[in-house]
C-alpha cells in the first residue's frame, strides 16, 4: 500500500518511527514536516518542525523517533538541537514540545532505547554521543570519538545503544543495570574501508552495511560473523539502511532499486539471504520502519514515496474462526474473524512457533520446541514457560485467571501474562473438581476497608485423602489437611481463600477454616456444593434440602428449603440470586436472599452503616445473628464503636453493649462541648483500651492527661494492684503505704503466699518471707532469698527449704545449700541427680579430684541427651573421650574441629574406628562443596569410590580420573564408572555420561546410550570412532527407525549412507511415492532400476485407473516395448497393437501371439488359430488343437500350414486312443505316422506281450528281444518295484525262452526283504545254484557265495556252509556253523579240513557260555574259573563271583572283593560296602587305603546307628598285624605300630567311641560317660564332621550337668555354625582351645553343610547367652594334674602340653588312663579308668574292646 506517493525530483524522505503500541507511524522528509498515520495507513494528522533559531530556516530533519510509550516524538535536527514533541493521546491534541537539547554541533542521528523512556541518545556531527535527560532537560555526553556520527540504533534489551562513525568504526555503549553496574562504552568493531550508514541491531545479532558493498554480521557478544560481498554485483549499489524485524530474526537493508532480506537460521546458526525483492523505479531506500507486531513494513524512498508492504511468511486459518499470519519463526499475529481483535503472539528467547490451538474461543496455546505460549484472547495477556511437550499435555482452563497443566503426575500452573510458572505440584488426580485455585489482584477500597495484599491460593489433592493449600506468593503451605475417606470435590472461598469446602466419598461435606485450623461438618449427605459467585456463601443438597449458608463464619447457622430435585447451576445476576434446581418437568429458580448475600461484600469493603442497614431489614436468625457477630468484630477492630455498639445489643451482649453505650456518650458529650471528632477523647481511647485489656495503652493514656488517680483506680478496680502500687511508687503518690497495706492483708486472705513473700522480701523480713515462700510450695523462692541475702539462718530452716528443692527435684540448689552447711557428699549426689555439673565439678576439684573426669564425661552425655551436642565436645576432650568427642563434634556440625580430633585420635592408633568418621566428615564436604577436603576424607576413609563419584556429580571429570587411577583398580574402576555413567544417563546428561564410558574403553555401552535415546547423530559418531565395521549396520538400523516414525528423507538419507538404496527405493514404493522411487532409482540404480520402478508404478496405476493408464505411463517414460508388454499382459491389446503399429512394428507378431494365447485360454480356439496364424506360429495352433483332441482341426491346420506336423498330430492321436484302449485304431495310426515301434511300446505297457510280438516281427522285428526283456524287467510298470511273483513269472519265460543267465539274474534280484517266509526266499535262491550248476558252471562258485551270504542274512547258516562246503571253502563254512551254534559239525569240519580254527571253534564256543552266562556249564565243559569270575563281574553278579572266588580261586577274591566295593561306593552304598568288607575281610594292601578311608569317612558321617560298629569290625581287621591270633590288639599297641596301616588308628578309636556311646545311650544309663566319651571324641574331630563333634560335646555335657563344660563346647558349635553359613568372614577364636589336643579349626575342613538345623542352633545361642550372663556358670574348663609334671592342664587331654605325656586312651571313655585309676581287660589288656570300666561292665559284662567276658575291678 502506498502511503506517500513519490515526486518526479529528489525530496527524500529521511525517517519513519512506528509507535510500540502500533497505533501511530510517522514520517518526515525533506519538506520538514512531520505525516500521521494510523495502523492501517491511513494519514491522521501533520505538523511542521520547528528552526532551533526562527531566523534561520535552513536545516533539515535527520531522524524521528517515537518514546517508548507512544506519547512523545522526539525530533533530531541539523541545526543543532533536539525536540521532544508532546503529542497527546488523541489526534485531534495540540502538539506541543515538551523538551529541547541545544547542541553545539549538528545532530546526525537519534535512538530511543526502550528501557529508558526518559533518556533519548542522538550522535553529533563533532563525534560525540549524547543522552537528553527530558526529567532535568539537560543533556549530557556518553561517549566522545574523533568521527563523525553517521548511525545509530537501540539494542534489543532497551539498555544499550551502538553507534556508527564515519571513520568506520563501531562503537557499543551499555547504561547502568543490575546485571552492569556501571555503565561502560567499548569499541564494538572497525570497518576501515565502509561508512556503516546501514547499522541495526536486533536479538540474533548486528548488522553493519554501507559504501562498500558488503553486509557484515555479529553476534551480540561481538564475535564476528557472516560476510555477504556484493561488490562483484552491478546491481547493488551502497547500502543506506537497515531495520531488524522485531522479533529480531531477519533483517532488511535499502540499496538502490531494492531490498534485501536476511534470516537468521537457528538450526545452522547462520545468516542467509532469503529475498532480494527488486522495486523499478525507487531509487534509494532512504527509510526503514517495522510495525511492532512484525507485520508491515514501511520503506522510504529516495523522491519521497512511503510505501507500507504486508509481511508474513504465511497465513492460515482455524477453524473458520481465527487467522494466524506469521510474520516470523517466532512470532505470530492471532486475528479474530467475528470480532476483528488482534492479539501478537510472540516467543520471547525466539523459539519457532510449531503449532497453535484455540480453546473455548478465548485461550490461546502455542508451542515451541522449547516453550509453550498460553494466552487470553478477551485481555490480550500472554506467557511463554520453557516446556517440552510430548503431545499428552492436558490443558484446563476452567479458571479465566489462569492455565493448569496436567502431564505425567504433575500439575503446572501458568497466570496468563507471567512468564514463570506460578505453581508446579505433584498429584495424579486432573478432575477440576480437585483443583482450586483463587488469584486476587489487591484492590483500593475506603477507610474502614483492610488493606489487603496480593492473593494467589491453590488447594489439590496430594493423594485421594490428603488435601495441600499453599500460598503461591510465598510458596508456603497453608494447610496439609488428611482426611480418612476418599475426597471428591473441594473448593476455596473466593474472597480472601481463607476457607475450603470439600466432600468426601461419602457424600460427607467439610468446611475448613486455614487460618484457625479447624474443620467442621456441614452436611453427612451433599449431592451439589458450590461458593455463590464473588460471594462466601455456600449453597448445597442434601437429599431434598437446598443448604444455604449465608456466613460461613457460623457454620452452624444454615438456612434450609425444600425442593424437589437436583440443583444444577447457580446464576447471580441483576441484583438476583437464584438457584437453579431441575425437578423431572420444569427447571425451577429458587431464589436466594441478595441482601444477606450483599452483606459479606458491605463487610469486605467497610461500609459497615450499610451492611446494619441490610441486616436491620431482615430477622433474627442464626444466619443473620453471625453476620451481626461479623459486623461486630469489624466494626470494633475499626473503633466504629455506633455499629459496635448496635450490634451488641442486637446480639444480646448486655454487658458490652452497656459499655459501649457510656463510652459513645462520652463522646458524644466531650464532642459537644469542644467540637470536633469525639472519637479521639483520650477517657474514650482509654476506655476502649481498657475493654479490649490493653491496660498498659490505657494507663499512658491517662497519665499523658495527669488522671493519676483514675489510673489507680483503674487498676484497683481490676485487682491488679501490684500495677498499682508500682505506679504509686513511680510517682510518690502520698497513700503508698496504705496500698502495701490493704495489698499484703488481700493477698494473705486469697492464699496468695508467693506474693506476699515477695512484699516481704522487697521490705526486707527474709525470714518471713522464707516461711510464706515455704507454705505456699515455693522452695526455690526461699533459696533464692537465702543466696540472694546472706543471713545467719538457722540450721531447721535450711534443712525444711533443702527438703522442700529436692521434693521439687530441684536437686541443684539443694545441692548449692548442701554446700552451703559442708555436708560435700550430699552435695555432691544433688548436683549430680540436679545435672548442676559445673558446681560439682568446682566441688570435686577442691574435694574429691579423682572424681573430675568422670564427672566431665557425665556432663558430656547429659549435654548430649539434651540436644546440647556442641556444648558437650569440649567436656569429652576434658574428659579424654576421643570418639564421643569426634561424635558429638560432627553431631553439632563442627567439622573443622571434628577433622582435627579425628587426626589426634587415629595418629599410631587402630585406623578402623576412625573410618566410618571419616566418611561422614567426607559427605558434609561434598555437599558443602569442599571437594580437597572431601577427597581427602573419602580417601582416609577407603572409600575412593565416593570421592570419584562425587567430582562426577559436579563435572569435575579431570579430578575424578585423577582419583580412580591412584587409588582404584583398572576393574573396580571399570564398574564404578559404568555405574556413575549409567546415572548419569538416567539424568539426561549425554555427554558426560559418553565420557565416562570411554575412559573405561566401553564404547558398545556409550554407542546403545545413544541408540537408547534416539540421538543417532552422536551414535554414527561413536561408531564411526570406535565400531567401523558396524557402521553400515547402525546407517541401515537409523534409516529403519525413522522409516517407522515416517520421516522418509531422513530414512533415505541413511539408507543410501548404508549403501541400501534399494531399501529406499522399496520404502517409497509401499507407500507410492513414485517420484521419490524413481529418484532414488536413477541416481544410485541407473536406467535398469528407473525402468523397474517405472513398471512397478504402472501395475499401481492399472490397479487403481486401468490398463491403459499404466501403458501410458510406461510410454511416458520412453519405454515402448515395456508400455506394450505391459498391455500385452493386462490384455490390452488394441492398445498394444496401437504402440506397435507407431513405434514398434517388430512387435506385432508377438503381441499376435500373446492375443491368440490369451484366446485360448479363453476357449476361442478359431479366433486364436488366426492370431496364431498371424504370428507366423501355425505349430502353436496344432499343439492348441492337440490339447484340446480336436484331431481334424489340428489335422488341417498342420495339412495346410505345417505338413511335417501331420505325423506328430497321428502320433498324438494314436496315444489318445491308447489311453482310451482303442488298440487297432492307434496301432494303425501309428503305422501310419511311421512309428510301429511306439505301438510295440503301446501294447508292452498294456502288458500284451502277443500283441506287441506280434507287431515287432511285422514291423520292426529287431524289437522282438527288447520285448521279452522288458517284459521281465517289469517294464509293464515303469518305476515300480516288481513283486515276488513277477520276477518269478519272468524268470520261467526266461527258462522257457532257454534264456538261463537272465533266469538266473531274475531268481537273484529276489532279495532278503522280498519275502518275510525265509523257506520260500530259500527255494528262490536254490533255482539259481541249480541252474548255475546245470546251465552256467563258470558262474557256479560266484552264485553259490552269493546265496550263502543272503542265507546267513536270513539265519540259514546251517545251509549256507553245506553251500560252502560245496565249493570248498571250508573257513566259511566252519564260521557259518559257528554262527548257528552247530558246534559238532564246526569241530568236525575244522578237524577235517583246517585244524587251525579248532581253537576258534572253541573260544567261540567259550565264549558263547559266557555271554549266556551259564559259568556252571562254563566250568564243567572248560574248567576256566577265571573266566566264570570275569564273566559274573561284569554281569554285576557279584554275589555268585564273591562266593566263587571264595570256594575256587582265594587268591582273587580281594580283587573281586575290592572291585565291588568301590562299585558300591560309586553307587553310595557305604553300608553295604563296609559289610562286604567286613564279611570277606579287607585286603591289607596299602592301594585299598583310600577306598577304607572314604567308606569310614562317610560312615562316620551318617546319623544311622549302623555305621560305627561297621566301621569299627572294618578298621581293626585292617589294622591288625599279620598272623594275630585271639583277641585283637589294645590300642596302645596300635599307637606304637609302624606299619601304614597305623593312620587308621584315629578313626579305629572313633568308630571304637561312638559304638560304646551309642550302646550307652540305647540303655539311656550314665550319662557322665556319655559326656566323656563325647568330650573325648573332639580329640578326633577330624574324622567325622566338625559340627556334630562339638554339638554332641555339648548337648551330652548339659544333659550331665556339666554346665561349664557345656558353655565351651556350644560356644565353639556356635563359631563353627556361623562359618559354615558365611565361610568368607569366618572368624574362630581357639583361644579357650590352645592347651588342650583338640585340633584347631583352622586346620580341618569346614563341612559344606551344617548337621544342625537353623532352629536348633538358635535356641542353642540363647543358651549360650543365658550361660554367659550367669555368675552360677565358670567359663573355665574342667582341668586335672598331669600324672608326670603335676600341671593343671584340661581334664580330656590325652597329651600334656607342659611336659609331652601321652596317656593311654580309655577304651570306656576316651579320657586318658591315669595311673591311679588304671585298669586292664583281662583278655586284651586293654586300659581303661576303673569307675569307668565298672560302670561299662556292670551293664554288659564284657571287654568292649576284645567282647570277652569281664567282671568289675576295685
Not at 623 to 650: G, I, K, Q
Not at 1282 to 1295: N, T, V
Amino acid at each position: 500500500k502506498n502511503l506517500n506517493a513519490p515526486v518526479d525530483g529528489m525530496s527524500k524522505v529521511t525517517s519513519i518511527s512506528w509507535s510500540s503500541n502500533t497505533t501511530r507511524l510517522a514520517t518526515v522528509g525533506a519538506d520538514k514536516i512531520v505525516q500521521l498515520f494510523d495502523e492501517h495507513g491511513e494519514k491522521q494528522d501533520r505538523f511542521s518542525t520547528k528552526p532551533a533559531d526562527k531566523a534561520a530556516r535552513m536545516y533539515a530533519v535527520r531522524t524521528i523517533e517515537f518514546s517508548p510509550d507512544g506519547t512523545k516524538l522526539a525530533v533530531a535536527q541539523s541545526d543543532n538541537i533536539v525536540f521532544v514533541y508532546k503529542l497527546g493521546s488523541d489526534w485531534k491534541d495540540k502538539k506541543s514540545i515538551c523538551n529541547k537539547f541545544q547542541q553545539s554541533s549538528s545532530v546526525t542521528c537519534l535512538t530511543w532505547p526502550a528501557g529508558h523512556p526518559n533518556e533519548v541518545v542522538f550522535g553529533l556531527a563533532e563525534g560525540k554521543v549524547k543522552v537528553g535527560q527530558l526529567k532535568s532537560n539537560k543533556a549530557a555526553t556518553l561517549y566522545s570519538t574523533d568521527s563523525f556520527v553517521v548511525s545509530m540504533c537501540a539494542g534489543p534489551d532497551g539498555n544499550s545503544i551502538l553507534s556508527g562513525h564515519l571513520d568506520g568504526s563501531i562503537y557499543r555503549f551499555h547504561f547502568e543495570t543490575e546485571t552492569v553496574p556501571r555503565p561502560t562504552t567499548t569499541k564494538f568493531a572497525m570497518v576501515p574501508q565502509c561508512v556503516p550508514y546501514a547499522l541495526s541491531w536486533g536479538y540474533a545479532g548486528i548488522c553493519a552495511a554501507g559504501n562498500d558493498r558488503m553486509v557484515r554480521f555479529w553476534d551480540s557478544e561481538g564475535r564476528e560473523g557472516q560476510t555477504f560481498d556484493y561488490s562483484g554485483d552491478p546491481k547493488i549499489k551502497e547500502f543506506t539502511v537497515a531495520a531488524f524485524n522485531p522479533s529480531g530474526e531477519s533483517v532488511v537493508l535499502g540499496n538502490y532499486n531494492r531490498f534485501l532480506v536476511f534470516a537468521w537460521h537457528p538450526k545452522r546458526s547462520e545468516w542467509a539471504e532469503v529475498v532480494q525483492r527488486e522495486v523499478p523505479n525507487l531509487y534509494s531506500v532512504t527509510a526503514l520502519s517495522w510495525r511492532a507486531d512484525g507485520s508491515r513494513l514501511i520503506v522510504g524512498s529516495l523522491c519521497g514515496g512511503v510505501d507500507m508492504f504486508d509481511v508474513c511468511i504465511r497465513r492460515s486459518r482455524y477453524r473458520d474462526s481465527h487467522e494466524f499470519t506469521y510474520v516470523s519463526l517466532s512470532q505470530v499475529i492471532v486475528k479474530s474473524l467475528r470480532s476483528g481483535a488482534r492479539i501478537v503472539l510472540k516467543s520471547n528467547v525466539g523459539f519457532e512457533i510449531k503449532k497453535i490451538n484455540i480453546f473455548q474461543e478465548r485461550f490461546l496455546v502455542a508451542h515451541t520446541p522449547e516453550s509453550i505460549l498460553l494466552g487470553d484472547l478477551q485481555t490480550c495477556r500472554l506467557s511463554e514457560i520453557p516446556w517440552h511437550s510430548s503431545g499428552n499435555e492436558k490443558f484446563v482452563f476452567d479458571n479465566p485467571t489462569v492455565c493448569m497443566i496436567f502431564k505425567a503426575g504433575e500439575l503446572s500452573v501458568v497466570e496468563y501474562g507471567c512468564n514463570e510458572l506460578l505453581a508446579c505440584a505433584r498429584t495424579e488426580f486432573m478432575s477440576p473438581h480437585l483443583i482450586s485455585v483463587r488469584i486476587n489482584a489487591p484492590e483500593e477500597g475506603d477507610a474502614y476497608a483492610p488493606a489487603m495484599g496480593e492473593l494467589k491460593v491453590i488447594a489439590y489433592l496430594l493423594d485421594l485423602m490428603t488435601i495441600r493449600v499453599c500460598d503461591l506468593v510465598s510458596n508456603a503451605t497453608l494447610a496439609n489437611i488428611h482426611h480418612d475417606t476418599r475426597i471428591d470435590w473441594l473448593e476455596l472461598n473466593p474472597n480472601g481463600a481463607n476457607r475450603l469446602i470439600f466432600r468426601d466419598k461419602r457424600r460427607q461435606l467439610y468446611l475448613f477454616d486455614i487460618e484457625q485450623q479447624s474443620r467442621v461438618t456441614l452436611l453427612n449427605y451433599c449431592n451439589y456444593v458450590q461458593w455463590v459467585p464473588d460471594s462466601d456463601v455456600v449453597v448445597a443438597q442434601n437429599r431434598g434440602q437446598l443448604c444455604v449458608w449465608y456466613s460461613i463464619n457460623a457454620p452452624d447457622r444454615v438456612t434450609l428449603h425444600e425442593i424437589k430435585g437436583d440443583i444444577e447451576d447457580i446464576e447471580r445476576s441483576n441484583g438476583r440470586t437464584c438457584v437453579i434446581v431441575d425437578e423431572g418437568v420444569n427447571m425451577v429458580e429458587y431464589e436466594l436472599d441478595e441482601g444477606l448475600i450483599s452483606f459479606g461484600s458491605c463487610l469486605e469493603r467497610g461500609q459497615y452503616a450499610k451492611a446494619v442497614d441490610l441486616l436491620e431489614e431482615l430477622p433474627l436468625t442464626p444466619e443473620t445473628e453471625a453476620m451481626w457477630r461479623s459486623l461486630a468484630d469489624a466494626s470494633m477492630e475499626h473503633f466504629n464503636l455506633p455499629v459496635a455498639e448496635r450490634c451488641y445489643a442486637v446480639l444480646g451482649d448486655v454487658a458490652k453493649s452497656r459499655y459501649l453505650h457510656k463510652v459513645n456518650r462520652l463522646i458524644q458529650d466531650h464532642a459537644a462541648e469542644v467540637g470536633g471528632d469525639g472519637s479521639n477523647y483520650y477517657m474514650a481511647q482509654a476506655k476502649m483500651a481498657m475493654l479490649a485489656k490493653q491496660f498498659q495503652r490505657a494507663e499512658a493514656i491517662l497519665l499523658d492527661h495527669n488522671e493519676l488517680d483514675e489510673a489507680l483506680a483503674m487498676y484497683q478496680e481490676l485487682h491488679k494492684y501490684n500495677e498499682s502500687i508500682q505506679l504509686a511508687e513511680r510517682k510518690n503518690h502520698p497513700k503508698l503505704m496504705h496500698l502495701k497495706n490493704y495489698y499484703l492483708q488481700w493477698l494473705l486472705s486469697t492464699q496468695q503466699e508467693e506474693k506476699a513473700g515477695e512484699l516481704q522480701e522487697i521490705d526486707g523480713d527474709y525470714v518471713r518471707a522464707i516461711e510464706l515462700y515455704l507454705r505456699g510450695g515455693m522452695a526455690a523462692k526461699a533459696a533464692a532469698v537465702v543466696q540472694r541475702h546472706n543471713a545467719n539462718y538457722s540450721q531447721e530452716l535450711l534443712q525444711k527449704i533443702v527438703a522442700g528443692l529436692q521434693a521439687s527435684g530441684m536437686h541443684d540448689r539443694a545441692g548449692g545449700l548442701y554446700e552451703r552447711m559442708g555436708l560435700i557428699q550430699p552435695a555432691m549426689d544433688a548436683y549430680r541427680r540436679g545435672h548442676a555439673y559445673r558446681q560439682a565439678i568446682e566441688l570435686a576439684k577442691h574435694s574429691q579430684p579423682g572424681l573430675v573426669v568422670a564427672l566431665e564425661e557425665e556432663w558430656g552425655d547429659w549435654l548430649v541427651s539434651q540436644r546440647q551436642v556442641d556444648a558437650a565436645i569440649n567436656h569429652y576432650i576434658e574428659a579424654g573421650s576421643a570418639q564421643k568427642a569426634i561424635d558429638a563434634a560432627m553431631t553439632a556440625r563442627q567439622w573443622h574441629k571434628a577433622e582435627t580430633l579425628l587426626d589426634q585420635a587415629s595418629m599410631g592408633a587402630d585406623q578402623s574406628f576412625a573410618l566410618p568418621f571419616y566418611e561422614k566428615l567426607a559427605m558434609h564436604y561434598a555437599h558443602s562443596r569442599q571437594f580437597d577436603q572431601a577427597e581427602r576424607a573419602f580417601i582416609k576413609s577407603g572409600r575412593p569410590q565416593r570421592a570419584v563419584q562425587m567430582y562426577v556429580e559436579h563435572a569435575q571429570y579431570e579430578k575424578a580420573h585423577r582419583v580412580a587411577k591412584a587409588h582404584l583398580s583398572p576393574a573396580e574402576r571399570t564398574e564404578l564408572y559404568i555405574a556413575l555413567a549409567q546415572g548419569l544417563e538416567q539424568s539426561v546428561k549425554l555427554q558426560e555420561a559418553e565420557q565416562m564410558y570411554l575412559a573405561v574403553n566401553e564404547f558398545d555401552l556409550a554407542i546403545n546410550m545413544y541408540k537408547k535415546r534416539e540421538e543417532y547423530e552422536q551414535m554414527l559418531r561413536l561408531v564411526s570412532k570406535y565400531r567401523k565395521e558396524l557402521l553400515n549396520d547402525t546407517y541401515k538400523h537409523i534409516a529403519e527407525q525413522y522409516e517407522m516414525k515416517g520421516n522418509l528423507k531422513k530414512a533415505e538419507h541413511y539408507y543410501v549412507e548404508a549403501k541400501m538404496w534399494t531399501s529406499a527405493m522399496s520404502m517409497y514404493r509401499q507407500l507410492e511415492k513414485w517420484e521419490d522411487a524413481k529418484r532414488v532409482a536413477k541416481a544410485n540404480g541407473g536406467k535398469q532400476s528407473f525402468e523397474k520402478v517405472v513398471l512397478a508404478q504402472a501395475h499401481a496405476t492399472f490397479k487403481e485407473h486401468g490398463a491403459e493408464a499404466g501403458a501410458q505411463l510406461l510410454a511416458k517414460h520412453g519405454l515402448i516395448e515395456i508400455a506394450i508388454d505391459y498391455a500385452v499382459e493386462h490384455s490390452n491389446f488394441q492398445h498394444a497393437f496401437e504402440l506397435a503399429n507407431h513405434s514398434a512394428k517388430h512387435k506385432l507378431p508377438d503381441i499376435h501371439l500373446k492375443k491368440a494365447l490369451a484366446l485360448e485360454d479363453d476357449e476361442q480356439f478359431k479366433l486364436a488359430e488366426e492370431e496364431f496364424i498371424k504370428a507366423n506360429k501355425p505349430k502353436e495352433a496344432i499343439d492348441m488343437y492337440v490339447h484340446g483332441r480336436d484331431w481334424v482341426s489340428a489335422m488341417r491346420v498342420a495339412e495346410a500350414y505345417e505338413r511335417e506336423s501331420v505325423k506328430d498330430v497321428m502320433v498324438h492321436h494314436a496315444k489318445d486312443l491308447v489311453d482310451q484302449n482303442n488298440m487297432q485304431a492307434a496301432e494303425n495310426l501309428f503305422v501310419q505316422a511311421g512309428k510301429p515301434e511306439l505301438a510295440v511300446k503301446a501294447y508292452s505297457s498294456k502288458r500284451m506281450v502277443n500283441e506287441a510280438v506280434r507287431v515287432c516281427k511285422k514291423h520292426c522285428p529287431q524289437m522282438l528281444g527288447d520285448v521279452v526283456d522288458s517284459y521281465g524287467d517289469g517294464a509293464a510298470a515303469p518305476g515300480a518295484a516288481q513283486s515276488l511273483d513277477e520276477i518269478l513269472d519272468a524268470a520261467k519265460i526266461y527258462e522257457e525262452t532257454g534264456n538261463y543267465l537272465r533266469a538266473i539274474d531274475a531268481y537273484l534280484s529276489v532279495s532278503e526283504t522280498a519275502s518275510s517266509e525265509p523257506d520260500r526266499l530259500e527255494e528262490v535262491w536254490e533255482n539259481a545254484v541249480r541252474l548255475s550248476m546245470k546251465h552256467a558252471p563258470e558262474r557256479y562258485s560266484e552264485i553259490v557265495s552269493i546265496v550263502s551270504k543272503r542265507l546267513k542274512l536270513i539265519q540259514r547258516f546251517e545251509a549256507a556252509a553245506e553251500l560252502y562246503e560245496s565249493i570248498d571253502a571250508f573257513r566259511e563254512a566252519v564260521n557259518c556253523y559257528i554262527a548257528g551254534e552247530v558246534w559238532d559239525k564246526a569241530r568236525q569240519l575244522a578237524q577235517q579240513h583246517c585244524p587251525d580254527m579248532v581253537r576258534v571253534v572253541e573260544d567261540r564256543y567259550k565264549s558263547d557260555l559266557v555271554g549266556k552266562g551259564d559259568g556252571d556249564e562254563l566250568i564243567r565243559r572248560t574248567g576256566d574259573v577265571d573266566s566264570a569270575l570275569d564273566m559274573y563281574a561284569r554281569n554285576g553278579d557279584w554275589t555268585k563271583c564273591l562266593a566263587l572266588a571264595e570256594k575256587h580261586s582265594p587268591k582273587m577274591l580281594p580283587h573281586y572283593l575290592v572291585q565291588y566295593c568301590k562299585v558300591l561306593v560309586n553307587r553310595q552304598e557305604v553300608t553295604e560296602a563296609a559289610q562286604m568288607l567286613v564279611r570277606y575281610g579287607p585286603p591289607p594292601e596299602q592301594s585299598n587305603f583310600q577306598l577304607y578311608k572314604h567308606i569310614h569317612t562317610e560312615l562316620l558321617a551318617k546319623p544311622d546307628a549302623t555305621g560305627p560298629p561297621l566301621v569299627r569290625e572294618m578298621l581293626l581287621r585292617v589294622t591288625m598285624p599279620p598272623g594275630t591270633l585271639g583277641a585283637p590288639p589294645t590300642p596302645k599297641i596300635l599307637s606304637e605300630d609302624r606299619r601304614p596301616q597305623a593312620e587308621f588308628l584315629k578313626a579305629l578309636l572313633t568308630a571304637h567311641l561312638q559304638t560304646v556311646r551309642e550302646r550307652l545311650r540305647e540303655r539311656n544309663m550314665a550319662p557322665e560317660v556319655v559326656a566323656k566319651i563325647s568330650v573325648a571324641l573332639c580329640r578326633y574331630c577330624a574324622e567325622f564332621p566338625l559340627d556334630l563333634a562339638f554339638y554332641d560335646a555339648g548337648i551330652d555335657c548339659k544333659n550331665a550337668g556339666m554346665i561349664n563344660m557345656s558353655f565351651f563346647f556350644l560356644n565353639r558349635f556356635l563359631d563353627i555354625a556361623d562359618a559354615i553359613e558365611d565361610p568368607d568372614n569366618a572368624a574362630i577364636d581357639n583361644t579357650d582351645f590352645m592347651e588342650t589336643d583338640i585340633p584347631s579349626p583352622y586346620d580341618l575342613d569346614l563341612p559344606e553343610q551344617a548337621h544342625i538345623s537353623n532352629d536348633k542352633v538358635e535356641e542353642i545361642r540363647d543358651w549360650v547367652l543365658g550361660w554367659s550372663m550367669d555368675q552360677n556358670v565358670q567359663q573355665k574348663m574342667d582341668l586335672r594334674p598331669c600324672d608326670k609334671c603335676g600341671a593343671h592342664i584340661y581334664t580330656g587331654a590325652a597329651t600334656c602340653p607342659h611336659c609331652g605325656t601321652v596317656s593311654e586312651p580309655c577304651i570306656i571313655s576316651g579320657f586318658p588312663v591315669l595311673k591311679k585309676t588304671r585298669v586292664e581287660c583281662t583278655v586284651c589288656h586293654s586300659a581303661a579308668n576303673r569307675d569307668d570300666w565298672n560302670i561299662w561292665v556292670q551293664m554288659f559284662k564284657e571287654c568292649p574292646w576284645c567282647s570277652s567276658p569281664q567282671n568289675a575291678q576295685y
